[in-house]
T-cell receptor, first 111, second 114 residues
Framework: TQLLEQSPQFLSIQEGENLTVYCNSS?????LQWYRQEPGEGPVLLVT???GGEVKKLKRLTFQFGDARKDSSLHITAAQTGDTGLYLCAGALDSNYQLIWGAGTKLIIKP | ETGVTQTPRHLVMGMTNKKSLKCEQH?????MYWYKQSAKKPLELMFV???????ENNSVPSRFSPECPNSSHLFLHLHTLQPEDSALYLC?????????????FGPGTRLLVL
């Protein structure tokens, strides 16, 4: 069974602080995606990383794919209350188009 | 607005009831999915339909019955559910034949089984 472990499960910090969340697996993925889910909504794609070592930036969010394509991190700089939500990572295998999902990191940014 | 709609948004049902969840996608995708989301657990893939054919059924109890009449519509028929089936049920779609893994989700149906 392929697993994606996300850490921490829960994080509550003050506005303006930096944070990093992690997504780790023993499986090699052809790509890895990060989604954000807000209360009452479904997950929405933030970014897809494909190449080992790849770094993508989305405003204050920086996503990195591990060199071996088994892990990924999401770093948020100067967090804002609007960043509050559940962050999910999902890995794609070469074998099919279905995704392997992590359990998510619940992030709360306090004003 | 993701292009995927789900109804109803909230549902309370007794264990002897029969109800159906509906999903519609307006993205022209050819694959549709049902997921179960419970607190602190990964999304559980329940069913996948690709080109209207069911390609996955991940050991889901028979009290859940999917139906995909065309590539834009997906139903999940529910009967004699158990309290542990209470969860958020998410529908998603993707364009599978381009090896495009991005999935577009609806807002979900919050289900409570009493």
């Amino acid at each position: 069974t392929q697993l994606l472990e996300q850490s921490p499960q829960f994080l509550s910090i003050q506005e303006g602080e930096n944070l990093t969340v992690y997504c780790n697996s023993s499986s090699v993925f052809s790509s890895l995606q990060w989604y954000r889910q807000e209360p009452g909504e479904g997950p929405v794609l933030l970014v897809t990383v494909v190449t080992g070592g790849e770094v993508k930036k989305l405003k204050r969010l920086t996503f990195q794919f591990g060199d071996a394509r088994k892990d990924s991190s999401l770093h948020i700089t100067a967090a804002q209350t609007g960043d509050t939500g559940l962050y999910l990572c999902a890995g794609a295998l070469d074998s099919n188009y279905q995704l392997i999902w992590g359990a998510g990191t619940k992030l709360i940014i306090k004003p | 607005e993701t292009g995927v709609t789900q109804t109803p948004r909230h549902l309370v049902m007794g264990m002897t009831n029969k109800k159906s969840l509906k999903c519609e996608q307006h993205l022209g995708h050819n694959a549709m999915y049902w997921y179960k989301q419970s607190a602190k657990k990964p999304l559980e893939l329940m069913f996948v339909y690709n080109f209207k054919e069911q390609t996955e059924n991940n050991s889901v109890p028979s009290r859940f019955s999917p139906e995909c009449p065309n590539s834009s519509h997906l139903f999940l028929h529910l009967h004699t559910l158990q309290p542990e089936d209470s969860a958020l049920y998410l529908c998603a779609s993707s364009q599978a034949d381009r090896n495009e893994e991005t999935q577009y989700f609806g807002p979900g149906t919050r289900l409570l089984v009493l």
